[in-house]
C-alpha cells in the first residue's frame, strides 16, 4: 500500500472503535464512568511520546487520539443508553478492561502513530478531506455500517487533515 493510502490508519481506527462496545461493557458491570480524564490524558500522552522518533507534529497526534478517544466515548454513551432503557447487555464474561482491552488498544496505539506516520503527506494534501471522506465511505460501505456509526466513524477523523 502507498504511503498516501489511509486504508491501513482508517482500519486500525475502526478497530479501536469496534472495542468501544467492549469497554462499555466492563464500565457499565463495574460502575465506572465513561469519562476518565486522568486515563484520556494518559492516552494522549503516551501516544505523544511513541510518536517522537516518527517526526510527527505532537499537537497532530494530540488531536487525532483525542478524536479516537470521543469516537469511543460516543459508543459507550449510545449503548449505556439503551440499556438503561432495558435491552439486553452483551452476553458472555464482563471483560477485563485492564488484562484484556488495554493491552489490544496499546497495539492498536503502536498501529496508529505508524498510519499517521505514512499518511503524514496526505494530512497536509489540499486533497485529504476527499480522500478521507471517500476511504471512510469505502470502509463503512464495506462493513455495512449504519448512518450513526459512519458519522461517529467521521469524528474519529474530523481532526486528520491539517493542510488548506
Known sequence: MAASDPRQLIESAGRRLA?????AHAKWVSGQAIEDVARENQVIGNAVHESGSTGLDA????????DQILASKLVQIHLMAQWRRGEAL????????????????DELQHQLILGL??????????GCRLTIAVALQHYADE??????????LDIAFSHFCIGP
Do not use: I, M, Y
Open 143 to 152: 462493513r455495512k455500517l449504519d448512518e450513526w456509526l459512519r458519522g461517529v
Open 19 to 23: 472495542l468501544a462496545p467492549v469497554v
Open 59 to 66: 499537537q497532530v497526534v494530540r488531536a487525532f487520539f483525542a
Open 90 to 105: 452483551p452476553e458472555g464474561p464482563v471483560p477485563d478492561l485492564a488484562h484484556t482491552v488495554r493491552p489490544e488498544l
Open 117 to 126: 506516520s505514512q499518511n503524514s503527506a496526505l494530512q497536509r494534501d489540499s
